[in-house]
């Protein structure tokens, strides 16, 4: 069996630094707010490039923490607009209607996934505030014109960075590139933790502050509450663990790039849809992604030969029951991707053996 993702495995590849981790945290009796937490923010932040990291419970809220952090600092005002991919996971939506704000929808490019910055001065008018680009699947998704466009129209652009640690644009990391980014570390990403996590980056220092401020409790000193805060903090745990794997991040991300060069180079079966081998610019493969009119039966076919395959995203935001306001728009290059995706293996601890028998498969498919 082709496991689509073995954590098993990719946890034993550092398991006795885990383990000792874990031993350290543990024989501490300290587990939130604590060394390990501190260390972390520090590493992360000198990693991707950014003064500040803040350390939270998961990615949905560093999402709704930068939002609300920029509410509460004036930037943004409840009703405000901000742009958002439509093809993205729902959780980049949730964050901005979560704060009283309103997405607008724009369509990705369909060779890159990513939101096309050729539609998104079509979408601006006086209540949009920000663009929030989400670096979906592993890749970039900045460009200059994207941050021409914020700088012109005097923009906040957010990045949601939850699938793409250690992306580079040229030699900047994503999660640097714009005013603030949001990062999951929930298990099966790139860098993940033993559950979930998150963590916010930016460069700047109020910005930070009020997040930090809201995300415990909303205090700017011992029990003495400037905002009406929530519980939004990493452990201790998590960060000790993600501090471990922090040092292997890039060359897992190296296994991966490898892994998909494999695919884009020998996939051939005119059924499917790769991406071009373009693709593997500014990308850590958090996700390999192909487009197939017969995505069920490909799928059927390929755990019939012991593969396991997800699906990324089968329903876009824009038309989930949550949010039936938006029902009725037609989006449809989103609506063809969730209606065509299929994710195939990739991860840092594939064997060429596995690779060759997922490419065997989707070649023998028809």
Request: glycine share 6%; proline share 4%; hydrophobic share 40%.
């Amino acid at each position: 069996m082709v496991k689509y993702l073995d954590l098993q495995k990719i946890t034993a590849l550092r398991g006795e630094q885990i383990k000792m981790a874990l031993d350290r945290v543990s024989s501490s009796g300290i587990y939130l707010r604590g060394n390990e937490t501190k260390l972390f923010e520090t590493e992360y932040a000198q990693f991707i490039g950014s003064s500040h990291c803040v350390g939270v419970a998961n990615g949905l809220d560093a999402l709704r923490l930068i939002i609300r952090a920029y509410i509460e600092m004036g930037r943004l005002s409840y009703g405000d607009k901000i742009i958002v991919p439509s093809n993205t996971f729902i959780a980049s939506v949730l964050a901005i209607t979560d704060n009283g704000l309103e997405p607008v929808f724009v369509e990705p490019d369909i060779d890159t996934f990513q939101i096309d910055s050729n539609l998104l001065e079509h979408a601006i008018d006086k209540k949009v505030k920000a663009v929030m680009i989400v670096h979906l699947y592993g890749r970039c998704a900045y460009n200059q014109r994207i941050a021409n466009i914020c700088d012109k129209q005097n923009l906040l652009l957010i990045e949601d960075n939850a699938q793409a640690h250690g992306c580079l644009y040229f030699k900047q990391r994503t999660g640097s590139l714009g005013h603030a980014a949001a990062h999951s570390f929930y298990p099966g990403k790139n860098l993940g933790a033993f559950g979930d996590a998150g963590a916010v980056t930016t460069s700047d220092s109020l910005l930070a502050q009020t997040v930090r401020a809201i995300s415990n409790y909303g205090e700017n000193e011992r029990y003495e509450c400037r905002y009406r805060g929530v519980n939004s903090r990493l452990d201790e745990i998590q960060a000790a663990i993600l501090r471990i794997k922090l040092n292997y991040l890039d060359s897992d991300n190296n296994q991966r790039i490898q892994i998909a060069r494999y695919y884009i180079e020998n996939i051939d079966n005119p059924l499917v849809k790769v991406p071009d081998m373009e693709y593997l610019e500014k990308n850590v493969f958090h996700i390999f992604p192909l487009l197939t009119t017969k995505r069920d039966q490909l799928r059927e076919f390929m755990a019939h030969k012991g593969i396991e395959t997800l699906i990324h995203y089968p329903l876009p935001p824009h038309k989930q029951q949550c949010y039936s306001a938006w029902n009725h728009l037609s989006l449809p290059i989103a609506e063809m991707i969730g209606d065509r995706e299929l994710s195939l293996p990739i991860s840092p601890v594939m064997t060429l053996q596995e690779m060759e028998q997922t490419v065997r498969a989707v070649n023998e498919f028809g």
